[in-house]
């Protein structure tokens, strides 16, 4: 298997863009998770899904991110309008049981 | 209070050196524990999952101490390979499936 796909690997976009982030985790896992890291905040849980289906989204900073995971193995992360401050590196991850396979990230860069 | 707490470090030890890390949580209901160690611009990647009765890998060794509510990682022997941020997480299994990740510790072995 190839493990969590995530694409893209970087992005640079300027202030006021949507920005979409991608994610294709491992085949048979129930459970897929974003998260964000930040030097300042570690790692935050955004948003996950259990079979497709959000379980808890109370991470999710503000009304500019929405997450889908239209099918088992599709999500997506994005952010409309972007802002300088959700510059981090977004991780998807997915989970059959208790432990969470992570997939590279996207670093994002809003300017 | 912070869910899951952990020195940040640096710990700055020569190849050789036993090192250990303490982490501790703030939910007493909390179910399953791991360590992930995440190299500098790298996911995060499961090291070991933490059972009651201590476990071992090879040099690694994790504990865990429910009354105290705090999990430790012992590196014996430790290499400039083991150069790394390593995240305690736990998971509370109360309808919420998320991990919970400590900010991380970093560990620099020394030649």
């Known amino acids: 298997d190839a493990g969590v796909i995530q694409s893209p690997r970087h992005e640079v976009t300027e202030m006021g863009q949507e920005v979409t982030l991608r994610c294709k985790p491992i085949?048979?896992?129930?459970?897929l998770f974003w998260y964000r890291q930040t030097m300042m905040r570690g790692l935050e849980l955004l948003i996950y899904?259990?079979?497709?289906?959000?379980?808890?989204d109370s991470g999710m900073p503000e009304d500019r991110f929405s997450a889908k995971m239209p099918n088992a193995s599709f999500s997506t992360l994005k952010i409309q309008p972007s802002e300088p401050r959700d510059s981090a590196v977004y991780f998807c991850?997915?989970?059959?049981?208790?432990?969470?396979?992570f997939g590279q990230g996207t670093r994002l860069t809003v300017v | 209070r912070k869910e899951v707490e952990q020195d940040p470090g640096p710990f700055n030890v020569p190849e050789g050196a036993t090192v250990a890390f303490n982490c501790t949580y703030s939910?007493?209901?909390?179910?399953?524990f791991f360590w992930y160690r995440q190299d500098c611009r790298k996911e995060p990647k499961l090291l070991m999952s933490?059972?009651?009765s201590g476990n071992e890998d090879g040099r690694f060794t994790a504990q865990l101490n429910r009354a105290s509510q705090y999990i430790s990682l012992l590196i014996r022997d430790s290499k400039l390979s083991d150069s790394a941020t390593y995240l305690c997480?736990?998971?509370?299994?109360?309808?919420?499936?998320?991990?919970?990740f400590g900010s991380g510790t970093r560990l620099q072995v020394q030649p």
């Open positions: 933490v059972y009651s």
């Open positions: 085949s048979g896992h129930d459970y």
């Open positions: 997480v736990v998971n509370v299994n109360t309808g919420r499936r998320a991990l919970t």
């Open positions: 899904f259990n079979n497709n289906v959000p379980i808890d």
């Open positions: 939910n007493s209901a909390s179910q399953s």
């Open positions: 991850a997915s989970s059959w049981g208790d432990k969470a396979f």
